[in-house]
């Protein structure tokens, strides 16, 4: 089984900082890409900014130039650097772990999420 933990989410103002971090444990041979969602009241869960194995990036166009997402100093770990935060940045962001290839039992890839933790942007 593997679980993915997330921190780093909390309140902050407008045009401030927040760094989030999630680390991936568990019996993992290799992760297709890891990265964020978030989900807001009332929306769809949307993806944030990924980043695969090879070293591609994807971000979604409404947070290009204010997040950038990066490898974490463990293995099997992603951090997201959020600044100049906008209320609209307000949501639960979920750590993913997508095509995890399992190091014992099952060739097949598995997709992983975190608990979610909550970001809130309000002065």
């Known amino acids: 089984q593997v679980q993915l933990v997330e921190s780093g989410g909390g309140l902050v103002q407008p045009g401030g900082s927040l760094r989030l971090s999630c680390a991936a444990s568990?019996?993992?041979?290799?992760?297709?890409?890891m990265g964020w969602y978030r989900q807001a009241p009332g929306k769809q869960r949307e993806l944030v900014a990924h980043i695969t194995s090879g070293g591609d990036f994807y971000y979604a166009d409404s947070v290009k130039g204010r997040f950038t997402i990066s490898r974490g100093n463990a293995k099997n770990a992603v951090e997201l650097q959020m600044a100049n935060l906008l209320a609209e940045d307000t949501a639960v962001y979920y750590c993913s772990a997508m095509g995890v290839y399992s190091a014992t039992g099952s060739s097949r890839p598995a997709d992983y999420w975190g608990q979610g933790t909550q970001v809130t942007v309000s002065s």
């Open positions: 568990g019996s993992i041979f290799s992760i297709n890409r």
